[in-house]
């Protein structure tokens, strides 16, 4: 029993933040204010230009630049898309 402490609260929110950032980040992308980054060597066929009105490459590579900008692992919505 008891009320929830101090760190549950901050976890909860630092996850709403994060989440809020990157719903703002892909809403960005796809206006194309902002362009999805490619990661690097390791992904050879990744264009140079940004995805404008392209569904499946938005998903494709907004998803995982997602996970690798944050540094961390994708989670079980990231890996089934």
């Known amino acids: 029993g008891g009320s929830r402490g101090w760190r549950f609260w901050r976890g ?3 996850r709403a933040l ?13 206006r194309g ?3 999805v980054s490619t990661a ?3 992904r050879g066929t990744a264009s140079a230009e940004p995805a404008r009105g ?4 938005e998903f494709a590579s907004g998803a995982a630049s997602a996970g ?8 079980a919505a990231e890996k089934a898309r």
């Open 12 to 14: 909860a929110r630092d």
């Open 18 to 30: 994060f989440v809020g950032y990157l719903g703002y980040r892909r809403w960005l992308q796809r």
């Open 33 to 35: 204010v902002l362009r």
């Open 40 to 42: 690097g060597p390791a």
């Open 54 to 57: 392209t569904a499946p490459a």
């Open 68 to 75: 690798i900008a944050s540094g961390a692992a994708p989670s």
